[in-house]
């Protein structure tokens, strides 16, 4: 990634002479307002934001709030007249800035400023770097763990992973991996369950258990799994929330509304691959839940007839099973009994 240095003000000659200044030791590109500033930010990564806090319009402890929302990682400085000192120091307090400098700011105190932002930018690359590759090989000792205790938990977990994905596509969601990650999961807690459970809970013995009896307990013990492991949090309560019904959280905070989308994609999925596991063809399986549409978010039940025609290779609203898995498409591990053309 360019460690590329934004400079927002709105004088122009101030920022030019900067860039002047600075541009045989930095990569330093302009904004002239703090409209200008977030349309750059959507386009491409910075690693410090260096923004004058008077501008019309929008001042800038208010973009580098919205810079902090947009760009985590984005080293955010702010430079202030005197008599903006108080508003500056309440910034720096509120965590939205890094430093903020007084104008007019020595060239010597600046270029030692953008260095500490540079080093702070590496450091919070390098640290999350490091919980991301944690985070992976997290997941993947609990999907392996999962495939050795439970095989045929983890054969679901695998066809819902696989129908989340192409949910999360269909839907655009940003970040899918969250989603992914909460599908992968998604039966973790069944491993603590004895196998007899296990067996009667994946219906391969009579009485199979009920939804009641089985699904939440192990949604919970694995959202209580899971909940520990860093940035594992939301997929937590998407796991522990899969069997809930559809509630409206259009008008609910992102993250409560993240979260509800991702139980709502588990549970769609899983009930799919319970309906298709006991014989039912795609039409069939994706009829049997429209039936009972009340249950589930609507977009994510017109995805899912989205995602079974796409790889049908189908421009109309045919759904036959036979075209579900065209030539070339890797096929689902579908329980045995259900005929996959």
Not at 317 to 336: C, K, N, V, Y
Request: proline letters at 6%; aromatic letters at 6%; glycine letters at 4%.
């Amino acid at each position: 990634m360019s460690e590329t240095i934004l400079f927002v003000d709105d004088d122009i000659q101030l920022v030019s002479a900067l860039q002047r200044s600075f541009h045989r030791t930095y990569h330093v590109e302009l904004a002239l307002s703090a409209a200008d500033a977030l349309e750059a930010l959507t386009e491409a990564p910075y690693a410090a934001v260096v923004s004058d806090l008077q501008m019309p319009g929008m001042n800038g402890i208010e973009l580098l709030k919205q810079v902090k929302t947009l760009s985590p990682d984005t080293v955010r400085i702010l430079l202030t007249g005197q008599a903006d000192l108080e508003a500056a120091i309440e910034a720096v307090n509120e965590g939205n800035v890094f430093r903020f400098l007084r104008k007019p700011c020595p060239q010597e105190l600046l270029k030692k400023t953008l260095d500490a932002a540079l080093a702070q930018f590496r450091l919070h690359r390098a640290e999350r770097d490091v919980l991301q590759e944690t985070l992976v090989a997290t997941v993947s000792v609990l999907t392996e763990l999962l495939a050795t205790v439970a095989p045929t938990a983890f054969g679901r977990s695998s066809r819902v992973c696989w129908c989340v994905q192409k949910l999360a596509r269909d839907l655009k969601v940003s970040d899918p991996w969250q989603f992914e990650a909460a599908a992968m999961l998604s039966q973790i807690g069944c491993v603590p369950m004895p196998p007899e459970v296990q067996r009667r809970h994946f219906g391969e013995e009579i009485p199979a258990l009920s939804e009641t009896e089985g699904s939440p307990s192990h949604a919970r013990v694995a959202a209580r799994i899971l909940e520990r492991v860093p940035r594992l949090d939301m997929v937590a309560q998407m796991i522990g929330r899969q069997h809930e019904a559809y509630e409206n959280a259009a008008h609910h905070s992102p993250e409560h509304y993240r979260i509800a989308l991702g139980a709502q994609m588990l549970r769609v999925a899983l009930d799919f691959d319970r309906a298709v596991g006991q014989g039912r063809p795609f039409a069939g399986a994706l009829e049997e839940l429209r039936r009972n549409a009340s249950d589930y978010n609507p977009e994510i039940l017109s995805a899912l007839g989205n995602v079974i025609r796409q790889h049908a290779g189908l421009q109309n609203t045919d759904l036959s099973e036979e075209a579900f898995a065209p030539i070339g498409e890797p096929r689902l591990p579908w329980p045995a009994g259900q005929s996959v053309a």
